[in-house]
């Protein structure tokens, strides 16, 4: 079974960054589009960024409450999509996951989680 295991979390002061990646099993070619969640307060998933490859181009989506201090990249050769996260904000702090739409099976797959955690 094909899997997704982010890393990168841990504790930052406010105004600092991180970056999580996600590196999947398989091909990250499997997998289109891939995303970033986080949970929210009422246990719910809420989608950060996404990104769709294209024949010939590539298509980003974020949140409104992360647009202009979040990016979302994908590095093929490193079967590896990254979240980098500036200017970090306490509301900024939640488990953050990993998703995939695998192509083949047509399904999503999810990593298991990382925790950031943004200190005032």
């Known amino acids: 079974q094909v899997q997704l295991v982010e890393t990168g979390g841990g504790l930052v002061q406010a105004g600092g960054s991180l970056r999580l990646s996600c590196i999947t099993s398989?091909?990250?070619?499997?997998?289109?589009?891939m995303y970033w969640y986080r949970q929210t307060p009422g246990n719910q998933r809420e989608l950060v960024a996404s990104f769709t490859a294209g024949t010939s181009d590539t298509h980003t989506v974020y949140a409104d409450s992360v647009k202009g201090r979040f990016t979302i990249s994908r590095d093929s050769a490193k079967n590896t999509v990254y979240l980098q996260m500036n200017s970090l904000e306490p509301e900024d702090k939640t488990v953050y996951y990993c998703?995939?739409?695998?192509?083949?099976?047509?399904?999503?797959?999810w990593g298991q989680g990382t925790q950031v955690t943004v200190s005032a």
């Open positions: 398989g091909s990250i070619f499997r997998f289109n589009p």
């Open positions: 998703c995939g739409y695998d192509v083949y099976d047509r399904r999503l797959n």
